[in-house]
């Protein structure tokens, strides 16, 4: 019987069935609120490791689609102006667009999902992502073309939002590492194949079926979604105190969950999410990270102009062809994957021998990706310039470029929420709202830019400004505790090695680390 009811419970891949549950003596915290027990099936993190890697991967699935779909317009560029009869920069719009909407995620859906739950945010919200693509797949017109990729950016940012959210419900802050290695990877790995695919999609058929891939892709991902159920803890406590209240065992009829006890609203949830962020960017540490990281992420999208500009414009390929080089930005992210992979099993194995660094220790990672940043692209510039050398040179520096960005981005990212713990949240969202404006303005500007000034002149720009920027993670990992120290955001021991904080550890701060983009990837071991 319990196999048939684990079977029955798969449309919501949970070890039990919810109504199959009887509590005979519930746990209580040292409050008397409901609480899970040591053992508890239903806390999350107490699920099948099975379980909880298909949660993972499906998950993960959710911003794939997100990421293939911010840049695979790229790849039908010329062919969609052709259609519509604009310019070229003008179709860059496609992308500017959807990026746009990114910025709505840390500020709409994380603190809806931080009140709800995540389970029916990802139904409303990727439904609507799925819904708003036939409208840019039969767009009559450009205007609505536009319009569709602003709404269909906008939707996706939900899942770039609460999917970092679920994999922090489900795995402890030490075997998190991996499920989120994997997940760092992923969000590189999708901008990287949209443009391949759209452009071998433009040599057979026209543009529209790139938009018919995102949806085939979309539509298999809808099913897969509704097989996820709730993560989030606060909610999973509620739900079990309403049914406990619902049994009416003697002594708990009146027994309560945590959340409810609280004055928490949901406007109070953004007011911290609309306003907080804004403060912390000008924070030392948080303002400089945004900058670099921004150009960083400027760079990823620019990417998407500039390997057409060298491969099909200068030495003629065609549009599939032209994009194929990118799969070595796509290998690169794999190598800088493998490299995070090695490097949170050696700090796991340091936490583990009851070793606690200081925030400073995540940056190690940015000093060799900063450095790498510049090498590499003045390395794929100046043998971009030249048809006369070989596609494999400046392919091989898109590997190795690739590697230099997801270094940073991990490497910044996770000091970010070292350094402000209970506010990276806010500090995450900050960073991934600037870094999502600076990229949408990417597709604008690249183009006339390495028109005016050539692959090698366009490139040396950008390296120059790479140059500027790589001394950061030198200064912090230098002075970045005297800092933190001067900082009203960030906690810092006195020296009495008494821990110094600014506010109350609060669970929309503690969960909503998790809940910004690619600043998932910061939770993969704790140095404190």
């Known amino acids: 019987m319990d196999k048939l009811e684990r079977f029955l419970s798969g449309p919501t891949a949970k070890p039990y069935r919810s109504k199959s549950l009887s509590t005979t003596t519930p746990y209580l915290n040292a409050q008397g609120q409901v609480d899970f027990s040591p053992d508890d099936i239903e806390n999350p993190r107490n699920w099948s490791a099975r379980r909880r890697w298909y949660i993972t991967v ?68 990727f439904t609507l992502y799925l819904a708003f693509n036939f409208l840019c797949a039969f767009a009559p017109n450009f205007a609505s073309l536009l319009i569709g990729r602003f709404l269909t950016g906008t939707f996706a940012s939900s899942p770039m939002s609460n999917s970092p959210g679920v994999l922090a419900d489900i795995w402890g802050p030490i075997e998190r590492g991996n499920a989120l290695a994997l997940f760092s990877v992923m969000t590189f790995v999708g901008p990287s194949l949209g443009p391949v695919v759209a452009g ?150 340091s936490f583990e021998a009851g070793y606690r660094g200081r925030a400073e220790d995540r940056l190690p990672a940015a000093m060799i990706g900063g450095v790498l940043f510049p090498v590499t692209i003045f390395w794929f510039a100046w043998t971009g310039q030249y048809n006369s050398i070989h596609w494999i040179v400046p392919t091989l520096a898109g590997v190795f470029l690739s590697t230099s960005i997801l270094l940073v981005f991990v490497a910044f990212l996770n000091y970010l929420t070292d350094t402000y713990l209970m506010y990276a949240a806010s500090a995450l969202a900050a960073n991934t709202v600037c870094r999502s404006a600076c990229a949408a303005a990417a597709p604008l500007f690249t183009q006339d830019m390495f028109d005016a000034l050539g692959v090698g002149g366009g490139g040396s720009l950008i390296a120059g400004v790479a140059c500027l920027l790589a001394p950061i993670p030198f200064v912090f990992y230098r002075y970045g505790e005297p800092i933190r120290r001067r900082s009203k955001f960030a906690p810092t021991e006195d020296k009495g090695g008494k821990q110094r904080e600014h506010g109350n550890r609060g669970r929309d701060d503690e969960e909503g680390v998790a809940a910004v983009g690619m600043g998932s990837t910061v939770l993969a071991t704790p140095v404190r």
């Open 58 to 125: 499906i998950s993960i699935l959710l911003v794939m689609n997100a990421t293939f779909a911010s840049s695979s317009p790229s790849g039908a560029i010329d062919s969609i102006a052709t259609h519509f009869s604009v310019s070229v920069e003008a179709t860059g719009l496609l992308v500017t667009l959807f990026l746009l909407g990114y910025c709505f995620g840390p500020f709409f859906w994380a603190p809806l999902s931080e009140f709800y739950g995540r389970r029916w945010v990802f139904y409303i919200s």
């Open 200 to 349: 071998f999609l433009e040599l057979k058929e026209d543009w529209r079926w790139n938009f018919y891939v995102l949806l085939w892709l979309a539509g298999i991902t809808e099913l897969l979604m509704f097989t996820i159920p709730e993560t989030l803890p606060s909610v999973i406590l509620l739900n079990k105190a309403r049914r406990i209240r619902g049994e009416k065992l003697e002594g708990f009829e009146h027994v309560k969950a945590p959340v409810e006890e609280t004055d928490r609203t949901l406007a109070g949830l953004y007011k911290v999410a609309l306003t907080r962020p804004w403060k912390i960017l000008v924070d030392p540490i948080s303002l400089a990270t945004a900058v670099y990281l921004s150009v960083v992420y400027m760079l990823l999208y620019m990417l998407f102009t500039i390997y057409p500009i060298v491969f099909q414009q200068k030495r003629g390929w065609n549009s599939g062809v032209g994009q194929l080089p990118l799969v070595g930005a796509v290998i690169g992210a794999v190598l800088g994957g493998a490299l995070i992979f090695w490097n949170s099993l050696r700090d796991r194995k």
